[in-house]
């Protein structure tokens, strides 16, 4: 009876066992001493993949070289040590590997003796591989902090050469092959290639790709217009409908590539992009997450960098108004001393420009009024120009009038002014000589009277009447209202009323002149 109860009792045992051991969501296996397995847990199976009965099988059998590596601790774990590890690489049959963590220790008989090892692993390929991912990730953060910083703290000028240094930082935190960005022109109808970075040995694109229809890439503009990644870890993968695109990347040699859109509050487009040309790569989500802070770094960049083209093209075409114009100009600081001017500007006032410059403007034209310019600035905060006549004061001490236009001037940050000093000695002196011309003209009139208008005049008496109706004689009348005098006489025909017909003939007969 005890011996039955003993063998009862051991098979209950043996079950309960064999029960905790199926069942415990623990990955581990007991082994003899023979390196036979003797059970597992089904956690384990299923980390490992294994199927059909394993009881009886050798370790060996189930992971091929794993005795040979794992020797000389199985042995020492048969003395009664312990042994554990993290991120152990091993085989399976079918050729495929894990990375796992394990700990091995001993178990051992009634007696003490040492019986085997319990075996606890784990798989943890994906957990290293997310663990790597991640240093990967945060390597790549302050990365993208580092090209941020310095992006914003490059010399003007120094934009475009600070994005490929900047792209090629990225390109090589990635193991990718080519980093590039493209802009997309005012109406999105092309796109070129404006930045680009190329790892030693790859073909550079960038010439190759200016100007690209982008009714050619039909799929690929659907998805940055829409504002969708792009992102192929294989080209086999792409969609039928990408078939031109396809082609396309295959021509450049690509195999995996990864795209973000970029866009700016203006409505101008771009998109930033890697390839990956000597293998194919696969593109985590995380990684894309980090390209889109990555590609709004450098959009920040492209469009600081249009902004100073732009202003560098405005500075140039004010240099090229500014030595051009006619008239002499002076950029003057807000301390009021002269920043810049023009090369007229020392023609008329006999200064070279090194001279010139740093001069107190009042001291080459009295005219210019910065206070004024400032109260009128206030009052109007918009376009206020304020002109006024003034004097140049040449480099020899003569001078000659101006007049002077003022206005501000949007300098970099510092408020300035620009006055447009025009000579105007020649309308001085028209202005002078019309004074003139006018004078003697009023003097001239003062001693002018006309008659003009209708006079009534008597057809009788030929009296002629004024204004308040008194009637005076034609003389009396002329002279008053005009500057002729009279003198008297006698024409022929009254003449001869007077005298009669034969003595006016007979003087004339006798060669008189006619009174």
């Not at 990644?229 to 078939?243: F, K, S, Y």
């Not at 003139?436 to 209708?454: C, H, P, Y």
Request: contains cysteine; hydrophobic residues 40%; glycine residues 8%.
């Amino acid at each position: 009876m005890p011996g039955l109860l003993s063998e009862t009792s051991l098979a209950d045992a043996w079950c309960m066992l064999d029960s905790c051991m199926t069942d415990l969501p623990l990955p581990f296996a007991l082994i003899d001493a023979q390196f036979r397995i003797i059970m597992v847990s089904r956690r384990w199976r299923e980390n490992y993949s294994v199927e059909g009965e394993v009881a009886g099988r050798s370790l060996e059998e189930v992971f091929p070289g794993m005795y040979a590596r794992y020797q000389t601790h199985f042995a020492r774990v048969l003395q009664g040590e312990t042994f554990s590890a993290e991120g152990s690489l091993v085989q399976r049959r079918d050729g495929s590997s894990e990375l796992i963590d394990w700990t091995m220790s001993p178990w051992r008989k009634q007696d003490g003796r040492v019986g085997g090892m319990v075996f606890f692993s784990e798989v943890v390929t994906a957990r290293h591989r997310l663990d790597e991912e991640i240093r990967y990730l945060r390597t790549l953060e302050r990365a993208l902090s580092g090209i941020a910083t310095s992006l914003i703290a490059v010399p003007f000028g120094g934009i475009s050469a600070a994005i490929d240094e900047g792209l090629g930082e990225i390109g090589r935190l990635s193991g990718m092959d080519r980093a590039y960005i493209f802009e997309f022109d005012s109406g999105r109808t092309s796109m070129s290639n404006t930045y680009e970075w190329c790892a030693p040995g790859i073909e550079s694109m960038k010439a190759r790709l200016q100007d690209v229809p982008c009714t050619s890439v039909p799929w690929w503009m659907s998805r940055i217009l829409q504002g969708r990644d792009i992102v192929i870890n294989d080209l086999g993968e792409m969609p039928a409908e990408a078939a031109t695109e396809k082609a396309m990347l295959e021509s450049q040699g690509v195999r995996s590539l990864v795209v973000v859109p970029l866009t700016a509050r203006d409505g101008q487009y771009a998109f930033l992009g890697l390839d990956a040309t000597v293998q194919v790569r696969e593109i985590s989500e995380h990684y894309v997450s980090l390209l889109h802070v990555a590609g709004r770094i450098m959009m920040n960049a492209v469009l600081r960098r249009n902004a100073e083209e732009a202003f560098q093209e405005s500075e140039a075409r004010a240099r090229m108004l500014l030595e051009n114009a006619a008239d002499a100009l002076f950029l003057v600081a807000a301390d009021g001393r002269i920043a810049d001017v023009n090369s007229n500007a020392c023609q008329q006032t006999g200064y070279a420009r090194e001279e010139i410059i740093g001069m107190p403007i009042q001291a080459i034209d009295d005219s210019f009024d910065f206070e004024r310019l400032r109260e009128e600035m206030r009052r109007n905060p918009g376009s206020v120009v304020v002109t006024v006549e003034g004097r140049i004061t040449r480099r020899d001490g003569k001078h000659y009038p101006v007049e002077t236009r003022i206005c501000r001037f949007p300098g970099r940050g510092v408020p300035m002014a620009v006055a447009v000093a025009r000579d105007i000695s020649q309308r001085k002196d028209m202005e002078e000589q019309q004074k003139a011309l006018i004078f003697d003209l009023k003097e001239a009139l003062a001693n002018v009277k006309t008659l003009s208008g209708l006079l009534p005049i008597c057809s009788h008496c030929k009296k002629i009447r004024d204004d308040k109706g008194y009637w005076h004689k034609v003389e009396k009348y002329i002279a008053g209202h005009s500057s002729a005098s009279f003198t008297h006489g006698l024409c022929p025909d009254c003449l001869e009323r007077q005298y009669g017909e034969d003595e006016v003939h007979g003087d004339r007969d006798e060669g008189t002149a006619e009174s």
